[in-house]
């Protein structure tokens, strides 16, 4: 059973730069897809950025694409998702999730395993 903790979340003023991370454990043979994604206040969950465990292949949403850096550290079983560039609309709790195949994937029921979740309020 594989358990997603994200930690680094907290308010942020627009234009910061905070790094969320995901602390994989239970088997990360069973992740070798780890995506981020998030969710704002009355939307929908949405994809953000996705990272291999081999090779550190990343996949982007458009609106983040050139602002946020989805990495990975082998050793400590750790993902990171670093943002810069912040906006108000960025606001929202950001999940980190996994998915045993190595296809890329950017929708909710791909991923088998979530974590609890991070708020990341960006004030203006």
């Not at 949403?61 to 990975?72: E, H, L, M």
């Not at 400590?76 to 195949?101: F, H």
């Not at 296809?103 to 004030?123: E, H, N």
């Amino acid at each position: 059973q594989v358990q997603l903790v994200e930690s680094g979340g907290g308010l942020v003023q627009a234009g910061g730069s905070p790094r969320l991370s995901c602390a994989v454990s239970g088997g990360t043979f069973s992740s070798n897809v780890l995506g981020w994604f998030r969710q704002a206040p009355g939307k929908e969950r949405e994809f953000v950025a996705a990272v291999t465990w081999r090779g550190g292949y990343t996949s982007y949403a458009d609106s983040v694409k050139g602002r946020f850096t989805a990495s990975r550290d082998n050793a400590k079983n750790t993902v990171y998702l670093q943002m810069n560039s912040l906006k108000p609309e960025d606001t929202a709790v950001y999940y980190c999730a996994a998915r045993t195949s190595f296809i890329f994937s950017s929708r909710l029921s791909d991923y088998a395993y979530w974590g609890q979740g991070t708020q990341v309020p960006v004030s203006s």
